[in-house]
Nanobody, 124 residues
């Protein structure tokens, strides 16, 4: 069992930056791929970024490529999402998730554990 707690969301102006954190409990964190997803009002939850257990592989949605960076620290059971040059369309609740299988990191259904989400609001 893994429990995930996100933090770092907030209100920021367009062009600004935020760093989201996700702290995981459980000794198996380092063996999971980790991902960030987001859900805007009235829309489905969508993939944002993912990172393999060793951090040797990362993946990003086209909409955030070049602006967002995912990283992890297995010593502290934490995964991060650095967001730069934020746009109003990035406004959403951001969720951290854990993928034990390490496969299909872009697919929501491959993630077994989810955090409660943190709100990110970007004003124009």
């Amino acid at each position: 069992q893994v429990q995930l707690v996100e933090s770092g969301g907030g209100l920021v102006q367009a062009g600004g930056s935020l760093r989201l954190s996700c702290e995981a409990s459980g000794r198996t964190f380092s063996s999971y791929a980790m991902g960030w997803f987001r859900q805007a009002p009235g829309k489905e939850r969508e993939f944002v970024a993912a990172i393999s257990w060793s951090a040797s592989y990362t993946a990003y949605a086209d909409s955030v490529k070049g602006r967002f960076t995912i990283s992890r620290d297995n010593a502290t059971n934490t995964v991060y999402l650095q967001m730069r040059n934020l746009k109003p369309e990035d406004t959403a609740v951001y969720y951290c998730a854990a993928n034990p299988s390490q496969r299909g990191v872009g697919r929501r259904l491959n993630y077994d554990y989810w955090g409660q989400g943190t709100q990110v609001t970007v004003s124009s």
